[in-house]
């Protein structure tokens, strides 16, 4: 089958061939449409995030495609159906195998495209929203990189139970999209600290959960943000990932959790359970438009470098989409 693969002294992406990958009694043979990038596709080709054990060298944590084989020990898909599912690698390529367990059935008011914006980012901002996080109604989130992939997918959650919404972003037309998404508040941290606009939308309370992709730098504001019992998650490290000076005297003083958090390496068993309450909260909720896939571009899979190189400069709102034919 082709795939994308990448040439290893350069780094740039190219489409070549590679071998067909190898369907189990309970998987999957799925024929790929479309696929998504994620963050950890730009480390994994410069070798800074290698695969989980057993997992695809190829790059690509989720895809939308059609059922083209089923396993002997599988019931409820047949040849044809239309599904998306998360990937530990393998989503850059014409075919993938799935646990059956693991495929979500796609709506039909969603394109293969649409479908495919989902599974990471909404999966991982479920994930740290409800079973780490346990958001909810009436307790406010502040969600750093509101208009990233995770934060368009966790803005929709949150406003799904009724909480309260405040993000950063670094462009005026990333902050509209988190208002039109149903962020309360959309802070410029380009323009100064986030902390005291934080403080002054919480009445001085401070908030009952973070989103954080950011990490060193956000570190002080982040622990000054949170209200007492408060939880910072902590999901990526762009900024920087080691702390000097930290006083973790108000950690106890406000009793406040740090968990850290990591989707990829979690066993299957878990993933399963994740993408079934998942489906379960959401997919109704795709049907009848409440939640929508945040799509930023389409290209086609030839334009792959350039897909990359437009999410390093951080142009993207949403989800960059790679069409598979
Ligand atoms: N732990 C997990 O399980 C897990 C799963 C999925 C993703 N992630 C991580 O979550 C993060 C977001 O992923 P994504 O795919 O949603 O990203 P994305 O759509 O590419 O968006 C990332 C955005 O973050 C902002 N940003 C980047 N560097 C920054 C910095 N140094 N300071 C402040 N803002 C910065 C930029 O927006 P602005 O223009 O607003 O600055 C950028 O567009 C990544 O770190 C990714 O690795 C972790």
Sequence with gaps: MKAILVEEKTQQLFIGE????????????????????????????????????????????????VVEEVGENVSGWKKGDRVCALLPGGGYAEYVVIPAEMAIRI???????????????????FLNMFWLGKLKKEETILIHAGASG?????????????????????TEEKRSLCLSLGAAEAIDYKEGPFHEKVMDATFGKGVNLIFDFIGAPYWEQNIDSLATDGKLILIGTMGGAKLNDVNLGKLLFKRLQIIGTALRSQSIKNKIALTKDFTDFALSKFENGR????????????KVNETHS??????????VILQIP
């Design 18 to 65: 590679t071998d067909m990958p190898h369907m189990g009694k309970s998987d999957l043979l799925i024929k790929v449409r479309a696929t998504a990038l994620n963050r950890a596709d730009l480390l994994q080709k410069r070798g800074l995030y290698p695969p989980p054990q057993g997992a695809s060298t190829i790059l690509g944590l989720e895809m939308s495609g």
């Design 107 to 125: 709506p039909q008011n969603l394109s293969f495209e649409e479908a495919a914006a989902i599974p990471e980012v909404f999966l991982t901002a």
């Design 150 to 170: 995770v934060g368009t997918a966790a803005i929709q959650l949150a406003r799904e139970i009724g909480a309260n919404i405040i993000v950063t972003a670094g």
């Design 291 to 302: 939640l929508k896939p945040i799509i930023d571009s389409i290209w086609e899979w030839e």
């Design 310 to 319: 437009h999410m390093e400069q951080n142009k993207n709102s949403g989800k």
